[in-house]
Nanobody, 125 residues
Framework: QVQLVESGGGLVQVGGSLRLSCAASERTISNYAMGWFRQAPGKERDFVAAINRDGSSATTADSVKGRFAISRGNARNTVYLQMNSLKPEDTAVYYC??????????????????WGRGTQVTVSS
């Protein structure tokens, strides 16, 4: 089973940017649809962004549309989440997820087979 490790989180001021990375343990990451979710303290895990296997199709949640973008570098076994114009409400633990043989992108957490441990993003005002 593929293993996922997130990185790139940290503390940033309002309006700043961060790029999260999700490194996969397998070179066959191109077989997986990938997604990013986030969970703030005391709240449920929410969908952020998703991308299909070959990167030809992607989507983001309305709350981050126009500010966040998901991309993938299959040759590097990595998926990225570029986050711009960050707001305090973006503060959360961000999780990377993978779905094997996913031909489309998926926005429900139950659609994914494998999860990383998360990386903390804190936006200070």
């Amino acid at each position: 089973q593929v293993q996922l490790v997130e990185s790139g989180g940290g503390l940033v001021q309002v309006g700043g940017s961060l790029r999260l990375s999700c490194a996969a343990s397998e070179r066959t990451i191109s077989n997986y649809a990938m997604g990013w979710f986030r969970q703030a303290p005391g709240k449920e895990r929410d969908f952020v962004a998703a991308i299909n296997r070959d990167g030809s199709s992607a989507t983001t949640a309305d709350s981050v549309k126009g500010r966040f973008a998901i991309s993938r570098g299959n040759a590097r076994n990595t998926v990225y989440l570029q986050m711009n114009s960050l707001k305090p409400e973006d503060t959360a633990v961000y999780y990377c997820a993978a779905r094997r043989a996913g031909a489309y992108y998926y926005i429900r957490s139950s659609d994914y087979d494998t999860w990383g441990r998360g990386t903390q993003v804190t936006v200070s005002s």
